[in-house]
């Protein structure tokens, strides 16, 4: 057996064993956090311990079960790896908010789940006791410019259906698409009983004005019954149409704040906050913003204000996008790592976000309380760094004990045997990638001497104005200055480079203005006002002088005579 073939088996059993070393991951989840009485919600668990089977006993004491279904497959997320899928319909026996409790997976357990449900009382849908009709509508009716709407279609079905198009066209002069998988679920109507495909998009109206959207239309067949069997029919044909709506879309106001920021509501809190600061040593202070009614691209730049004696360095912030009540709904949590320069007293004067209320029409601002510190002197060098201490979360807080996505631990000895295979891995990985460069150093070599010009690279796409004009409308400053650095020909990786290859003051000038508010004491709101008026019109690029020809004379000229 020669080397390779001994460090290719080596390797793969150092993967076995990483992977029987690796703890099982569980998490359920709920298709919707908000129903009404006598509908039903899709419970979903996923697990990668494949032998095992959820214990649906506790879920007894409130729900009745229906609808059990599972399948195994090949997961990309997750690190990947072959995981089953369980699915059940839950019914609530009442109504208010009930608990989703945990359950046994094999030797794991899933996360609670928390579950709203409202008592009954719909008004019966246009078309109402049909084999199928269709309900449509946005949340809602009268919306500003560039304001999320979210666009909801129901398809009510009181026969099976075989096959069957649910098509919602796209209106004009708005941005439409499609939000999320559909949910599935049931609902009694007019003394019917129904299933129910909910399909949910996402409209952004670009002018003010009427907006007419076009109608939904479902077009299938349902199932055949005993005589179509009999006679060889194919079942009957299935037709439902919602009726066209129009929307009356309202400018934005004179008196809004900017960036502009149409919301239902938004609220800011502290997530953790370290309950004291040491000189040189680095806290962690995050902060997170839920905004109803928005996506994550019209968020702005979530950051704190100087802090005197203090450096701030933001993280890249994390972002949870749902649909709730209809109409998006965006968790947006950012940490910021605190690095005190100086010891003595600090403070942080609080955090402020302006939006604009679509329901009450007015200005209102999110705050969160300043916070106050006294930084004391470094600790010995010599001594080990204790971790932050971070002030505990107050008891309606989103832990990660109650988070959806939440796993159980593993024991101190899984721990153990997990980092010795990790430590395994690493070391055969090592020993491979040696003998791999030894064996391909000639070889690339070889292939170097005998590479040819390829000619000039592939153009890439480049971002369009109107991405450019979005960013600088609704998006972060990191967007901003990702996007006129890709503009400009060919691309440029650093803002100093892009302001020497741009000709206008203006424009340079407003680059340093977004740098000033990005890492230093800018204001944000001057900033971003500068940048659009600079760049209304995209980047005014300096010219580029041809180079010289650069072409040398001939190393050994031909003196040779006729």
Not at 56 to 77: E, I, K, N, V
Not at 210 to 220: I, M, R, Y
Not at 353 to 379: C, M, N
Request: aromatic fraction near 6%.
């Amino acid at each position: 057996m020669t080397a390779s073939h001994l460090l290719s088996w080596l390797l793969c059993f150092a993967l076995l064993a990483t992977a029987f070393g690796a703890p099982a991951t569980t998490r359920a989840w709920l298709d919707r956090d908000k129903i009404e009485q006598g509908e039903t919600v899709t419970l979903n668990i996923e697990t990668d311990a494949l032998t095992a089977t959820p214990d649906y006993a506790p879920l007894a004491a409130d729900f009745d079960l229906s609808g059990h279904s599972s399948r195994r497959g090949m997961a990309l997320g997750n690190g990947g790896g072959r995981r089953s899928l369980f699915a059940v319909a839950l019914r609530p026996r009442r109504d208010g908010v009930l608990t989703v409790p945990s359950l046994r997976v094999g030797k794991d357990s899933t996360a609670p789940l928390s579950l709203l449900v409202a008592p009954a009382v719909r008004r019966a849908p246009a078309g109402a006791g049909e084999d199928v009709f269709i309900e449509s509508g946005p949340d809602h009716d009268q919306p500003y410019v560039q304001q999320s709407v979210g666009w909801v279609v129901r398809l009510y079905a009181a026969v099976p259906i075989v096959t069957g198009t649910l098509d919602q066209p796209a209106p004009q002069r708005a941005a439409f698409q499609r939000v999320g998988d559909d949910a599935q679920y049931s609902r009694t109507v007019a003394g019917r009983h129904y299933q129910v495909i909910e399909r949910r998009f996402l409209l952004v109206p670009e002018r003010s004005g009427d907006l007419q959207v076009p109608a939904a239309t479902f077009q299938g067949r349902s199932a055949a019954g005993f005589f179509d069997d009999m006679f060889g029919g194919r079942g009957a044909s299935l037709q439902a149409r919602a009726a066209p709506r129009t929307l009356t879309v309202r400018p934005i106001p004179d008196d809004a704040p900017q960036p502009w920021l149409p919301l239902h509501d938004l609220q800011l809190r502290y997530r953790a906050n370290p309950s004291d600061l040491r000189r040189g040593l680095a806290a962690t202070l995050t902060i997170e913003a839920v905004a109803d009614g928005a996506t994550a691209s019209q968020m702005p730049e979530l950051e704190l204000p100087p802090i005197e004696g203090v450096q701030v360095f933001p993280e890249r912030p994390q972002v949870d996008e749902t649909f709730v009540d209809g109409r998006p709904r965006v968790k947006w949590t950012r940490s910021f790592s605190l690095v005190p320069d100086r010891a003595g007293e600090t403070r942080l004067s609080g955090v402020k976000l302006d939006w604009w209320d679509v329901e009450a029409g007015q200005a209102r601002s999110a705050t969160l309380p300043p916070l106050a510190w006294t930084v004391t002197a470094g600790i010995d060098r010599g001594a080990p760094s204790p971790a932050p201490a971070v002030t505990d979360l107050p008891a309606d807080a989103d832990t990660p004990a109650t988070d959806p996505l939440a796993v159980s631990t593993v024991s101190d000895g899984g721990s153990r045997y997990w980092a010795l295979a990790t430590a395994l891995f690493a070391a055969l990985w090592l020993l491979t990638l040696l003998w791999a460069l030894g064996r391909r150093g000639p070889a690339r070599d070889a292939a170097a001497g005998a590479r040819t010009d390829a000619g000039p690279a592939a153009a890439t796409l480049r971002p369009s104005a109107d991405a450019l004009r979005r960013a600088l409308d609704t998006g972060g400053f990191d967007d901003v200055a990702r996007i006129l650095c890709a503009l400009a020909t060919p691309p440029v990786n650093t803002l100093d480079d892009l302001a020497a290859r741009l000709d206008d003051p203006a424009q340079r000038a407003a680059l340093d203005a977004m740098q000033r508010a990005r890492w230093a004491d800018g204001d944000g709101r001057e900033a971003r006002a500068r940048l659009r008026e600079a760049f209304a019109d995209g980047p005014r690029w300096a010219a580029i002088a041809a180079p010289a020809d650069a072409t040398l004379p001939p190393l050994y000229p031909d003196d040779r005579r006729a």
